[in-house]
């Protein structure tokens, strides 16, 4: 059965370096989303992607990240300058079908980073 | 604004038993309702959803769940628990006019033996 991939399973960085999370998506999913789970909270919503462009965000989802389909297979998160408070478990996420859909999202095994 | 609530951090029970792990739910919009679960170190595996039609949805591994909407509820059920059961389950809410999720807190599900 497809599965959504990420790597690296665990990023350690230093407070204001600059990290990279990667996911492949499930191969004919439409949809990428990055979601985060703050140990101990929910799990929340960063941003949608779709056609190389971002299709919605959240407040969260500041100047501070971006995100990238550099190729055909990757998507990419990346987060500018971390901060302590970026220290969470990465998800990300696809969808077949097209926004506001009843379509599922398919998770991935999430990055936990850790910023020092 | 869109929201989920799971009351219960954590839930135990006796395999061989009935389960129900709470959820409740408040959209703007119609609600589309899906419950995952996650083992140790592993993603948010899809067990179920509701879009519309019957109020009991079937899905995954035996679980079911019952959509109620006078009482905004979307509680999982599973009719005789196992071990294996025995995860981080998570309810999510999905207004019908938006893309994103909005996951509940999760509830922390002991099946002993």
């Known amino acids: 059965e497809p599965e959504v991939t990420q790597t690296p399973s665990h990023q350690v960085t230093q407070m204001g370096q600059e990290v990279i999370l990667r996911c492949v998506p499930i191969?004919?999913?439409?949809?990428f989303y990055w979601y985060r789970q703050i140990l101990g909270q929910k799990v929340e919503f960063l941003v949608s992607?779709?056609?190389?462009?971002?299709?919605?965000k959240s407040e969260i989802f500041d100047d501070q990240f971006s995100v990238e389909r550099p190729d055909g297979s990757n998507f990419t998160l990346k987060i500018r300058s971390t901060k302590l408070e970026d220290s969470a478990m990465y998800f990300c996420?696809?969808?077949?079908?097209?926004?506001?859909?009843?379509?599922?999202?398919?998770f991935g095994p999430g990055t936990r980073l850790t910023v020092l | 604004a869109q929201s989920v609530a799971q009351p219960e951090d954590q839930v135990n029970v006796a395999e061989g038993n009935p389960l129900t792990v709470k959820c409740t739910y408040s959209?703007?919009?119609?609600?589309?309702l899906f419950w995952y679960v996650q083992y140790p170190n592993r993603g948010l595996q899809f067990l179920l959803k509701?879009?519309?039609?019957?109020?009991l949805v079937k899905g995954s591994y035996g679980f079911e769940a019952e959509f109620n909407k006078s009482q905004t509820s979307f509680h999982l059920k599973k009719p005789s628990a196992l071990v294996s059961d025995s995860a981080l389950y998570f309810c999510?809410?999905?207004?019908?006019?938006?893309?994103?999720?909005?996951f509940g807190s999760g509830t922390k599900l002991n099946v002993k033996p």
């Open positions: 992607f779709y056609n190389n462009e971002i299709s919605e």
């Open positions: 959209v703007s919009g119609n609600p589309y």
């Open positions: 996420a696809s969808s077949l079908l097209t926004s506001g859909s009843t379509d599922t999202q398919y």
């Open positions: 191969s004919n999913h439409l949809y």
């Open positions: 509701y879009i519309t039609g019957d109020n």
């Open positions: 999510a809410v999905r207004d019908s006019g938006f893309n994103k999720f909005y």
